[in-house]
């Protein structure tokens, strides 16, 4: 069975700055996606940025990005110039590469961009 | 617009009244699944489904049920609610091909008393 960590409860960064969350997984699988899901008070699931396991190049989306260690099994984001809206509770999760398409979450990180 | 409905958004109920969650998507998507969350143990499938008439559990489908016998609809049913099922529940679903985003609800409170 997978599993997903993160480590880090809570965290506060002041506004314009840069924050890293961390994650690490537990896999046999060799084809597999992770992702990032951001949770704002309104409660919503939003997808934040996916990485393929097959690819090496970090994903990338405007301020936010991944570096991806397939070797070990470290999947982080860092949001750049953070803004008061990327306040919200971050989901790292896992996905195999077939069959139930399952998402494995880790429980969370509650991020706070301090004005 | 593309979207996932989950109805009610809350509800607060009392142990041992049947209740019914309804998921709908206007996407034709194939595949549709179920997660609670809970504080500290993030978000845990309770069923899934790849296609109409077929469901499976997920990691904690004890104390619910669910049916698909149409593709946009995934309602999940809670027979004989107890309180340990007062939580928040979330469906999701997507084009059940790996490499396409799966969309979620809104998001159900539940509260069992």
């Known amino acids: 069975a997978q599993t997903v960590t993160q480590s880090q409860p809570e965290m506060s960064v002041q506004e314009a700055e840069t924050v890293t969350l961390s994650c690490t997984y537990d896999?046999?699988?060799?084809?597999?996606?992770l992702f990032w899901y951001k949770q704002p008070p309104s409660r919503q699931m939003i997808l934040v940025i996916r990485?393929?396991?097959?690819?090496?190049q970090n994903a990338t989306e405007n301020r936010f990005s991944v570096n991806f260690q397939k070797a070990a099994k470290s999947f982080s984001l860092k949001i750049s110039d953070s803004q008061l809206g990327d306040t919200a509770m971050y989901f790292c999760?896992?996905?195999?590469?077939?069959?139930?398409?399952?998402?494995?979450f880790g429980t969370g990180t509650r991020l706070t961009i301090i004005p | 617009e593309a979207q996932v409905t989950q109805n009610p958004r809350y509800l607060i109920t009392v142990t041992g009244k049947k209740l019914t969650v309804t998921c709908s998507q206007n996407?034709?998507?194939?595949?549709m699944s179920w997660y609670r969350q809970d504080p500290g143990l993030g978000l845990r499938q309770i069923y899934y489904?790849?296609?109409?008439?077929?469901?499976d559990k997920g990691d904690v489908p004890e104390g619910y049920k669910v049916s698909r016998k149409e593709k946009r609809n995934f309602p999940l049913i809670l027979e004989s609610p107890s309180p340990n099922q007062t939580s928040l529940y979330f469906c999701?679903?997507?084009?059940?091909?790996?490499?396409?985003?799966?969309?979620f609800g809104d998001g159900t409170r539940l509260s069992i008393l």
């Open positions: 999701a679903s997507s084009l059940g091909r790996s490499n396409q985003p799966q969309h």
């Open positions: 896999t046999s699988e060799n084809n597999y996606y």
């Open positions: 990485q393929e396991a097959y690819k090496q």
């Open positions: 999760a896992f996905m195999k590469g077939f069959g139930n398409e399952k998402l494995t």
């Open positions: 996407m034709n998507h194939e595949y």
């Open positions: 489904s790849m296609n109409v008439e077929v469901t």
